[in-house]
């Protein structure tokens, strides 16, 4: 195994991955076709189209035992499933590709680095599910992400990839690129179909599903780009071989994003099981200037607040949610032992305060007055009452948001006064001096 | 039906139903604020909220379905703190002046604080800037610091009248109600028909109020100050005083106008009687020399302004007919001035109405008939008009003064309506309901084009709360087709019909509130579907039991067109009794576009 030193390759990526989704990204010219198809691309489209049915195609991914990657971890067969057994005139795929969770691109490597594999995983949803017409709604601020998929789109299109009557099987299936327009909530599935129906980006009430009832109010699939990355190779290999990767609950290979206070930071990929402090050791070099590790951030801003204690937690579904933890998007946020856990709390809440939708009270207010509150601490006016206060809001936002960016939003608060008590007690007031970790 | 535990006991209940409906009919009340029943259910409050067994969080009562099976608690610690959490932090941000703000005893958001047993407020103030009123409009202020983003206005705006005058803009902390552009209700595409005020759970939407100005005019020993006061305001000002819907307070009502000060207590259903031969006159006419059909009513101020905005193309459907609002404004300033042998100037109208938009719609500009009968006579300069009505209460304005003035409403003794100008028939009494106008005017039709008095004077076909009701009546052989439409969403259907040119109708009646002017934006806080119901039978039971039911056997509107407009649709009616719409568009270009093709026209002419 490399060391930390020299942890990477001659290309400066670390060694050592198992990369299923990244596989191209990096190793061919991402705008040529050409180079796609002969790296095996469209194969898995052709195999589907010519010798299987769409029941097959979700009995691979059923076999698979795939789950969401956009970070809530639903088993994506049975969301096939549940679109190809809704009667309707019409349905839709969606990639959700709203990458908007702090410390998160892995969705923008693989869409700048290997779209046509998006767009084939689409595809290849799009016969499961029965749906003809599919949206990727990306970003806006991945530019480079929307206009090679653009690319894709119209070279696929010109190759019958896409289009009518996909080579000769009858099947129609096409897509449009959509671009966000800068909201955190749009990422929410109900809030991006919203969107794309030229609304508000708010979240709707659940039930009804978007697989029973989504864009224009019908059913429709939702899936994370790095979901449907996945789908070509399984359809190609089998469902049997993608689930001897990773571990029991988890399969198959998981991207992560390395952030923070690492030596190398940037997206790998590796199957799940791996302990935190293994990947951020392997993959990330280790923790820069030698400083100790302080904590890390899993899953972006939504997600939680690990421990350097805790970090020996494999990353997969099942163990982490032992520690109210999950692998989230897949952000590994390293927070040296220099940083102030309530300036990255600060930090958090002000991004909440920002992107709450505005829809319901516990969020739109409860932000604001975290907000409120921990400047109020971080100036040193703070009491223990506060820090109580503080919790109060964090367990009625999770107990009472509407959706889950309200739930979810205290998430790091929460841990924080839990594991990282004493930091926060040191900047209350009267122990102003005690507290040399942040700005109060 | 579905078998669920409510605190630990069974019941059983539809399918489809809420935890909401569900608990209500186990009889324990779920406090709620933004939900409103038949308006809107969204859940944005987060005050609702129940325990359910199995669920990772609290529920939402109102929009949560019950399921087979399923343990709900109501009463739980933790179902306590989160309903006072999540009001604590609404209040947070809320202006505590209780005691003087206008929805006081009305606030749905200071009755749950005291429901939930909210002692002090624990979350601290945190919007740096008072947010500025909007006092753009003439019918409504908004007051965005009172309001709790409920969203219940932006709902009935949006689903019962298919306006969207307003709408979210911002998100998280700086999320606010506003119109397009910030530019305020007065510079919308709002009907002003104040539905949104009677669904605020607080006092951030309110009429413009103009009750200063009537006691500086009734003060003001010069100005004969005549009240007219609307058909549907007798049958809900009561609720004002705690009494129950369903009876009309008509002489209550002329008692405590009587004791504020007004010279002279007139009715407004005097000019629907008179409303009903202008406009009676117009359908025949329009029927008999092949004039646009269907002919839709012009009673009700909001629907005009909608229909400017929304239907500028379909204009010459709108009867010219002013408002019987605006009927009485320029009968009183000329005729009976006249007859006073006053200065039109020195008389104030102040109309009583159950709607925000008269207010809108006596400041019209083109609303100064009375000016313009006078100006020759008089030598008046341009600069000189005057308005025909000068202002409007709402009913709950008119309960105000009355309480103002420390007059105990329900012991007043019944009194009369002053004459000449109150004199009414029951065909005018029944505007106040949706169908009222139409049946008014079928009443008066089917005796002057056949000549033959009608067997039963009752249209029940068009009587009721369904959204659209039509109907076929037998004129000499003529098949009359109406309809009726109350609401603005179903007043659009039928408007598109016209402008797709499938309408089948002649004569279509249009009310912009929900139960016509009965259930009115400005009426009593009361106003739901229940009272509107009850307000309704009132109304037909006053009709009921009137001597006269029939808008020309209204013996003072005979002298009015003997002694002074000599016939309908005459020479006098046009100038004081009849009015033209303005083509306002909802996008700034609509108005220009319009405007060049109106030019264009007139060129070609």
New interface residues.
Partial sequence: MPTSKSHTDKKNIPCGQNRLVLGNVGVINPESIDEYIAAKGYDALKKALSAMKPAQVIAEVKTSELRGRGGAGFPTAIKWAGAANEKSDVKYVICNADEGEPGTFKDRAIMEGDPHKLIEGMALAGYATGASKGYIYVRGEYTLSIARLAKAAADARAKGFLGENIQGSGFNFDLEVLRGAG?Y?CGEESALIESIEGK?GEPR?KPPYPVQKGLWQKPTVVNNVETLANIPAIVLNGGEWYRAIGVEGSRGTKVFCLMGDLNWKGVVEIPFGAPLSKIIKEMGGGVKKDRKLKGVILGGVSGSLLTARELDTPVDFKSLALIESGPGSGAIIALDETRSIVDVVDNIAHF???????????C??????IV?LIGKIRKGDGSHADLK?LE??GW?M?????CPLG?TAPNILLQSLKKYRGEWEACLAGKKEKCACCAC | MFHVKINNKSHEVPKGTTILHACKHAGIKIPTLCYLEGVHAEGSCGVCVVEVKGSRTLQRSCITAVTEGMEIQTNTEAVRKARKINTELLLANHPTDCLVCDKNEYCTLRQLSSDLGIKNVSFEHTHAERAAKDETSPSLVRDPEKCILCRRCIAVCAEKQSVSAIGMTGRGAASAVSTFGDMGLGNAECANCGQCILVCPTGALMEKSEIDGVWKAINDPKKTVVVQTAPAVRVAIGEDFGLEPGTAWTGKMVASLRRLGFDKIFDTDFTADLTIMEEGTELITRLKTGGTLPMITSCSPGWIKFAEHFFPGVLAHLSTCKSPQQMFGAVAKTYYAEKLGIDPRDMVVVSIMPCVAKKFEARRPEMNGAFHYWQKKMGLKDSESFQDVDFVLSTREAAKMIKEAGLDFPALPDEEFDQPLGMSTGAAVIFGATGGVMEAALRTAYEVVTGKALASLDFKAVRGMEGIKTAEVDLAGTKLKVAVAHTLSNARKLLEEIRDGKSPYHFIEVMTCEGGCIGGGGQPFTTNLETRKKRASAIYKEDAGLPLRKSHDNPVVQTLYKEFLEKPLGEKSHHLLHTHYTKRGVHPGDVAHEKKEHKAHAHTH
């Fill in positions: 909201a909530i508000r009430l909440f305060m920002h992107e709450s939708c505005g829809r319901c009270t516990p739109r207010a409860g932000n604001e007055q409120h206060k109060e809001l009625n999770y107990q009472t948001s509407f739930q």
